[in-house]
C-alpha cells in the first residue's frame, strides 16, 4: 500500500501509527522522540499508547502471542461504549495493520494534526481577547513554543547530520542569507546576512551608521524580505523621509520641509519611489520607543504570527535598548541586552542587526584603526557578534564622502575594508 491511499481522518493516522508500532516495536524508542500522549486526538489513542509504554517501556521489544495476549488483556480494562472508536475495537484493528509502510508519515500527520488543533485553539483565544481589548501576550509565547517544540528539538543525531552535510555539498541546500545590497560586503560575509546570526554595525555619532542601516533594510525592501526596524531614538516620521530620500534621491532636508521646499520634479520622483515601494513583495515593519528586549521579542511574535515569517531584524541601538532588570553595573546590562539579541536571531532563525556607540576609549587612541574593545560598556558584545562591522568616514581625511566599512570580526570570512561613498544629502551609501 501506498500512503496515498489513507483517509485524511486523524484517527486513521493514528491508528496506522499505533498498529505499526506494534508491527515493529524496535522502532517504538525512536518514535518517543517526536510523538507523545498530547498529540493524539482521541482517548482510545492515547490509552494505547500507555500500554505500550507498560509493554514495552522496560527495552523488550519482541513481538510474541504473549504479547498480543498482554494488549488484548489491557484493551478490556477501557471497555465503554460511549467511547468512539473504542479500546477494544482499536485494538483490533492494529493487530491487523500492515507492518511494511513508513512509520514517519504517520508520525509527520499526527504531529501535523496536533499543530493545526492547537493553532485553531490559540487563534480563537487569540481572537476574543483581542476583540475586548485584553493582553493576549501569552498567547503568542505559547505559539511560538508550539512550532519550536513541533518542528525543531534542537538535536541533531550523527545520521541526520550526516544527511545535512551531503545534501548541503551537493547542491540540494544552501545557507540562508539576505543580500546587504552591497556585493563586496555579500561576498566578505559569505553571500550576505546569515540566519541566526548577530551583525553588529558601530561608529561614532554622526558617522552613518543608521543610514547605512537604513539603506540596507531599503534594499532588503526591493528584493521581497520582510523587514523590522526598532528604533530607541528616531520619530516614525523621521524614518519615513529618511527612506524617501535613499530611495528618491531627493534631498533629506527638503523632504524633511514637506512638498513646499520641493520643485515639480523632486515631488514627482519622492512619489515614484514610494509607489514602486508599495509595488514589491517586501513588508518593512517600524517600531519606535524606548524598549526591552522582552518588548522587541513580542512585537517579532506577533509580526510572525501576522505574516509567517521574519526575515531580518534592525536594532538602532543597543546601548538605549532598556535591560530587563536592573544589574549592578552598566555593563553587565549590555552583556544581557547583547546575549538577548542572540537568542533573538537563533528564536527568529533571522539575522539580527545591531547599531552599537563606541566608548570614550577610541578617542584616546591614538591609532585610528577600529578595535571590538572600543565598543562601548560590555565585551560580551564582542563575543555574541558573528560579524562586527565600523563605519568610518573620511579615513586619513580624504575627500568628503570618501567612506568604508571596516570588517573587525566575521566567523564566515576575511576580516577586511569595504571602500564606500556617502553622498551626504540623500543619505545614501554607495558602493565604490
Known sequence: MHEGMFSNQPWADEQYLLGLIYQSPEEFQKILKQ??????????????????????????????????????????????????????????????????????????????????????????????RAAAGNNFEDLTTELSQLEKETNDSGVVEKDELIDKMISHLEGDTQIKTISTGYRKLDDVLGGGFRAQNLFILAARPGIGKTALALNMLVNSVWKGFNPVFFSTEMSIDEIKNRMASIMSGVSATCIDMGSDAMSDKQLDEVMDSIR???????????????????????????IKFQDGKVDLVFVDYMQRVLPEAKEQSREREVAQISSAMKDLAMEFDCPVIVICQPSRRMEDDSDATPKNSWLRDSGQIEQDADVIAWVCRNPGGGEPGVSKLTITKNRHGTLCDIPLFFESKNLRFLEK
Open 35 to 128: 510523538v507523545s500522549e498530547k498529540h493524539f486526538i482521541y482517548e482510545s489513542s492515547k490509552i494505547i499508547w500507555r500500554m505500550y509504554l507498560e509493554i514495552f517501556g522496560g527495552g523488550e521489544y519482541m513481538k510474541d502471542a504473549t504479547t498480543e495476549k498482554r494488549l488484548l488483556e489491557l484493551s478490556y480494562q477501557y471497555i465503554d461504549s460511549s467511547e468512539k472508536p473504542s479500546v477494544a475495537e482499536t485494538v483490533g484493528e492494529i493487530l491487523s495493520c500492515a507492518g511494511t509502510l513508513n512509520p514517519q508519515f504517520f508520525i509527520d500527520r499526527v504531529l501535523e494534526k496536533y499543530m493545526e488543533r492547537e493553532k485553531r485553539r490559540i487563534n480563537t483565544q487569540i481572537a476574543t
Open 276 to 302: 514602486a515601494l508599495s509595488g514589491v513583495g517586501g513588508n518593512p515593519y517600524f517600531v519606535s520607543k524606548s524598549i526591552k528586549t522582552s518588548e522587541i521579542k513580542s512585537h517579532l511574535r506577533r
